[in-house]
């Protein structure tokens, strides 16, 4: 999973307030996209610079500045410039590895929260989403370029579906922690359909491969708690913390999507139970193996135990030993021995050893 682990070693002994970006590098260059809207049209266009985001705008509309990759800190400043936004929170903007919350500088909310996806080869992908919301505008960073789950909400807003160009910046907001926490649950329905393959492959075949990925799905499915819990946490200050930039009727939708985040939770902690079993369940398979595979030695090395000591007797260099001057005591001590073999394996088979 990238971004699991992120160096923030180069920001140690810079002032609070440094811009810095901590995260994965990105190449290529930051894409700016705008839509202004209201009940009554809406103009969308590709920014150049983000210089071009600053122009006025409609007088009872929403603005909605959409900045794709973080790579470029100098975007960042400006528009903390031109919109008044704490150093603090520009510097938590360019740090990837924020925990998700929620803070309430009066004039706007600032809000972090993860986006999961799943990248190549299933793969859960993940990065940070932070969305600053005005009275009359809303600025939402993605950490990468390229990757974009905000595409269907744009459709809403091309089309006027639902209403969404009716309302203001606070339920545009709503819409993208919407769309965010609903890729949580095509995450989690893969998860379960991987959950539920390995359960009948250990029922099947328990070999050892198989630990890998129970282990990989393990740590997929912890990450999505971490990154579940705490943002169930800043829908909850949103739908009931009073806020004059969150109306009455915006609190209902955010109601309705903590309620999908604390069924999303459960869900997770029941995959969670699920894959610490089948990790415990795979254990025990390969020490049962193990122990079959001793017992089995124990048994073969039970029967060999008395044939070495009758060898042993007979291959001692002793003189007076009468039976060896009989021609059939070769052959007898043949018969002894398989008759030793044989009475042992048939007691093992009766006592259901074998």
Same mark, same amino acid.
């Given at each position: 999973?990238?971004?699991?682990?992120?160096?923030?070693?180069?920001?140690?002994?810079?002032?609070?307030?440094?811009?810095?970006?901590?995260?994965?590098?990105?190449?290529?260059?930051?894409?700016?996209?705008?839509?202004?809207?209201?009940?009554?049209?809406?103009?969308?266009?590709?920014?150049?610079?983000?210089?071009?985001?600053?122009?006025?705008?409609?007088?009872?509309?929403?603005?909605?500045?959409? #900045?794709?990759?973080?790579?470029?800190?100098?975007?960042?400043?400006?528009?903390?410039?031109?919109?008044?936004?704490?150093?603090?929170?520009?510097?938590?903007?360019?740090?990837?590895?924020?925990?998700?919350?929620?803070?309430?500088?009066?004039?706007?909310?600032?809000?972090?929260?993860?986006?999961?996806?799943?990248?190549?080869?299933?793969?859960?992908?993940?990065?940070?989403?932070?969305?600053?919301?005005?009275?009359?505008?809303?600025?939402?960073?993605?950490?990468?370029?390229?990757?974009? #789950?905000?595409?269907?909400?744009?459709?809403?807003?091309?089309?006027?579906?639902?209403?969404?160009?009716?309302?203001?910046?606070?339920?545009?907001?709503?819409?993208?922690?919407?769309?965010?926490?609903?890729?949580?649950?095509?995450?989690?329905?893969?998860?379960?359909?991987?959950?539920?393959?390995?359960?009948?492959?250990?029922?099947?075949?328990?070999?050892?491969?198989?630990?890998?990925?129970?282990?990989?799905?393990?740590?997929?499915?912890?990450?999505?708690?971490?990154?579940?819990?705490?943002?169930?946490?800043?829908?909850?200050?949103?739908?009931?913390?009073?806020?004059?930039?969150?109306?009455?009727?915006?609190?209902?939708?955010?109601?309705?999507?903590?309620?999908?985040?604390?069924?999303?939770?459960?869900?997770?902690?029941?995959?969670?139970? #699920?894959?610490?079993?089948?990790?415990?369940?795979?254990?025990?398979?390969?020490?049962?193996?193990?122990?079959?595979?001793?017992?089995?030695?124990?048994?073969?090395?039970?029967?060999?135990?008395?044939?070495?000591?009758?060898?042993?007797?007979?291959?001692?260099?002793?003189?007076?030993?009468?039976?060896?001057?009989?021609?059939?005591?070769?052959?007898?001590?043949?018969?002894?021995? #398989?008759?030793?073999?044989?009475?042992?394996?048939?007691?093992?088979?009766?006592?259901?050893?074998?």
């Amino acid at each position: 999973m990238p971004g699991h682990r992120r160096r923030k070693s180069h920001k140690a002994g810079l002032p609070p307030g440094t811009l810095v970006h901590i995260g994965e590098q990105q190449s290529g260059a930051v894409q700016l996209h705008l839509m202004d809207y209201d009940g009554e049209g809406l103009r969308e266009r590709r920014l150049a610079a983000i210089e071009e985001a600053f122009v006025p705008r409609l007088a009872a509309g929403v603005t909605w500045i959409d #900045i794709d990759g973080l790579q470029e800190v100098e975007v960042v400043r400006k528009l903390g410039e031109e919109f008044g936004i704490h150093p603090l929170v520009q510097e938590d903007i360019l740090n990837a590895t924020q925990r998700p919350k929620v803070e309430d500088h009066g004039s706007y909310l600032f809000i972090v929260a993860k986006m999961i996806y799943s990248g190549e080869e299933q793969r859960i992908e993940t990065e940070q989403l932070s969305l600053v919301v005005g009275t009359s505008y809303v600025i939402s960073f993605q950490e990468k370029a390229g990757r974009d #789950i905000f595409e269907p909400v744009r459709e809403r807003l091309r089309h006027n579906r639902g209403g969404i160009r009716q309302y203001g910046a606070d339920h545009l907001a709503y819409a993208l922690l919407d769309t965010t926490v609903d890729h949580y649950f095509v995450v989690l329905e893969r998860l379960g359909d991987q959950v539920d393959g390995l359960e009948d492959a250990l029922l099947d075949r328990p070999e050892t491969d198989l630990l890998q990925a129970i282990q990989q799905v393990r740590r997929e499915v912890l990450f999505i708690r971490q990154a579940a819990w705490p943002l169930r946490e800043v829908v909850n200050h949103l739908y009931r913390e009073a806020s004059p930039l969150v109306a009455q009727e915006t609190r209902l939708y955010l109601r309705d999507i903590y309620d999908h985040l604390v069924q999303m939770i459960d869900t997770i902690e029941i995959s969670r139970e #699920i894959v610490v079993g089948l990790l415990d369940l795979h254990l025990f398979n390969l020490n049962n193996r193990m122990n079959e595979v001793m017992k089995i030695l124990a048994l073969f090395t039970s029967i060999f135990i008395p044939l070495t000591f009758i060898a042993g007797v007979y291959g001692m260099n002793f003189h007076h030993m009468p039976e060896l001057d009989l021609p059939w005591a070769y052959p007898a001590l043949w018969v002894v021995m #398989i008759g030793v073999g044989v009475g042992m394996v048939l007691y093992f088979r009766r006592k259901k050893w074998l």
